[in-house]
């Protein structure tokens, strides 16, 4: 058997942390299996469903790098694959057509309220001949399920659930517009494309119940169901925006790395010994289902900022050279072209030490691109005072003898210091001021090596008395 899972999002909104995981979790499970992971779009609802949310779920899986198998299906595509099943299951007489108005329904949800049944619809029209109804009266098809025994789920992940069959209800199947339902349609789909595991969150339990009713009615055998449990905030609510970002782009926006989310949200439910940094071949190698924990998870930003710093600091340079770009490509005054480029590329192993986002590594790497005079900040203001203006100036003197190397550089600050009898920070820090408008930075050895002798020896003297 070919181990076969789909990610099957309703684009109705953005791809949320949760249903990224979910993605995650089928496209290793398939991976490890040597199987396949294909993408659903289930966009049924055509009131909600957008091709800009579409696109937005599209953009968010090529984001982690979670490609498919084969190209996305839409389910609005199929309706009538889904009606046609409908009408096979009427046939077989393992659904039935139900002629209640929507007045007669609201009546009977009454009676369900009143009696604590909730909202369990028993039809009349089940054992009804179709004969009695009116002429022409539109009808939906609604699931002849079975009233005695039981429904059970043999749960990867939750074990074994059961629910009493006088619990569930003849659910519709294809309304009276000839739409099909959503729990109806998914069971054609998955059947369809040869889904051998479902793994879903495990708010879609409830449902699997009604779906399995709908693979007994037609005689297919069923994928292995594997529910995994929903993500929480840190407060152990549902995560919402209050919690902070939900959705995956917002992550990208953000400045966290795909690697580092895919990463974190592997091990958010799923654990294998103390590994905490693994590798998408890693993953692939050890993930299954039977790592996946019941509890929920709680979402943890810090711990999230901490994986992503690692996997900043692993990053390519020249790849994290045209992410700081792209991200100060639209702040007003900066300097953009290949001498600029050339100053945070060779900067960038210092840079990334300091920095758990890449919004934190282009506010780091802005100093790099903005001309003479520069901006101060006020604490580097503050550092140069008249007497630190004058040092700048023979300061320059110094640097401009050596062949502006880092170790040339750091000899030439250690001497000057020692000649002058101040401490090195004394010297550094104006220096770090006049070079980058702030009191942190990277050593200053590489920021004077990567600004270069002619912008370092500009920036200096624009300040030296």
């Not at 007045?103 to 009696?115: D, G, I, M, N, S």
């Not at 309304?175 to 969150?201: F, K, Q």
């Not at 920095?355 to 001309?371: G, I, M, S, W």
Request: aromatic share 6%; charged share 25%; with cysteine.
């Amino acid at each position: 058997m070919t181990v076969r899972t789909r990610f099957a999002p309703s684009p109705t909104g953005l791809l949320h942390i949760g249903g990224a995981r979910t993605a995650l979790f089928n496209y290793l499970f398939a991976r490890h299996h040597h199987g396949q992971f294909l993408l659903r779009i289930e966009d049924t609802d055509r009131a909600r469903s957008t091709a800009a949310a579409a696109q937005v779920i599209l953009d968010g899986l090529a984001w982690l790098g979670l490609e498919t198998d084969e190209p996305p299906v839409f389910q609005s595509t199929r309706q009538a694959r889904h009606a046609e099943v409908a009408l096979q299951m009427l046939a077989a007489g393992t659904a039935f057509k139900c002629f209640l108005t929507a007045a007669e329904l609201e009546q009977l949800r009454e009676q369900a309220r009143a009696a604590g049944h909730g909202l369990h619809i028993r039809s009349p029209w089940r054992e009804r001949d179709p004969a009695e109804a009116p002429p022409g009266a539109p009808f939906a098809i609604r699931l002849r399920a079975p009233r005695e025994g039981e429904t059970v789920v043999d749960d990867l992940v939750q074990g074994q659930v059961r629910v009493a069959n006088a619990e569930l209800d003849d659910m519709i199947i294809l309304r009276s517009d000839g739409t099909p339902t959503y729990l109806h349609a998914v069971v054609v789909d998955d059947h369809d494309m040869g889904i051998t595991h479902v793994i879903r969150g495990d708010d879609h339990l409830t449902n699997t119940f009604r779906q399995l009713q709908v693979y007994q009615a037609m005689g297919w055998e069923p994928p292995r169901f594997a529910h995994i449990p929903l993500i929480h905030g840190a407060d152990g609510a549902k995560l919402s925006k209050r919690h902070g970002a939900v959705s995956v782009l917002e992550f990208r926006e953000q400045g966290f790395l795909p690697e580092a989310v895919c990463n974190y949200l592997l091990r958010l439910g799923w654990g294998h010994g103390d590994a905490e940094i693994l590798s998408r071949e890693a993953a692939i190698g050890l993930f299954d289902i039977d790592g996946v924990g019941r509890a929920p998870s709680r979402m943890d930003y810090a711990k999230l900022a901490h994986v992503n710093g690692v996997w900043l600091r692993a990053a390519d340079d020249g790849r994290l050279t045209g992410e700081v770009l792209r991200r100060l490509a639209d702040r007003p005054g900066l300097v953009f072209d290949d001498v600029a480029e050339q100053r945070v590329r060779a900067l960038m192993p210092q840079l990334k030490e300091r920095a758990k986002t890449l919004v934190e590594l282009a506010d780091a790497a802005r100093f790099l691109l903005q001309p003479v005079p520069l901006p101060l900040e006020p604490k580097a203001a503050a550092l140069l005072t008249a007497e630190n203006r004058a040092m700048l100036g023979e300061l320059a003197g110094a640097l401009a003898a050596t062949d502006f190397s880092v170790a040339a550089l750091d000899a030439a600050l250690r001497a000057y210091a020692e000649r002058t009898g101040r401490k090195l920070g004394a010297v550094a820090q104006p220096l770090r001021a006049a070079l980058t408008g702030s009191a942190a930075s990277p050593g200053i050895e590489a920021v004077l090596a990567a600004l270069g002798r002619e912008e370092a020896l500009a920036r200096i003297c624009s300040l030296a008395a």
